[in-house]
């Protein structure tokens, strides 16, 4: 089993920066090098969506369209952790955000049923 926690959400006004972390833990986490990390969203109303994500093997990052050149995933293999820094926020990025892994996932990573574990989310709140 894998825990995931995510951290770093609040209330930010449009143009400003949020840093978002996911710390995972769980009895087969010794091996966090080994997963593929995602983060999708959903805001009210709206089905879930994907952000971005980091491939295990070769640290690929792949993203939205919408958030390319605003939003960087990166991870800390040592501190079991993956971020997500988003940059010129808009009131549209406002969402309640997850973070979700696989073990060893190679591909679809953009889409949520490929990822087995989520964690509870964080509130992103963009006032415009």
């Known amino acids: 089993q894998v825990q995931l926690v995510e951290s770093g959400g609040g209330l930010v006004q449009a143009g400003g920066s949020l840093r978002l972390s996911c710390a995972a833990s769980?009895?087969?986490?010794?091996?966090?090098?080994?997963?593929?990390m995602g983060w999708f969203r959903q805001a009210p109303g709206k089905e879930r969506e994907f952000v971005a994500a980091?491939?295990?093997?070769?640290?690929?990052?792949y993203y939205t369209d919408s958030v390319k050149g605003r939003f960087t995933i990166s991870r800390d293999n040592a501190k079991n952790t993956v971020y997500l820094q988003m940059n010129s926020l808009k009131a549209e990025d406002t969402a309640v955000y997850y973070c979700?892994?696989?073990?060893?996932?190679?591909?679809?990573?953009?889409?949520?049923?490929?990822?087995?574990?989520w964690g509870q989310g964080t509130q992103v709140t963009v006032s415009s």
């Open positions: 979700a892994t696989r073990f060893r996932g190679t591909y679809g990573l953009d889409t949520a049923r490929q990822y087995d574990y």
């Open positions: 769980g009895r087969t986490i010794s091996t966090f090098s080994s997963y593929s």
């Open positions: 980091i491939s295990w093997s070769d640290g690929s990052t």
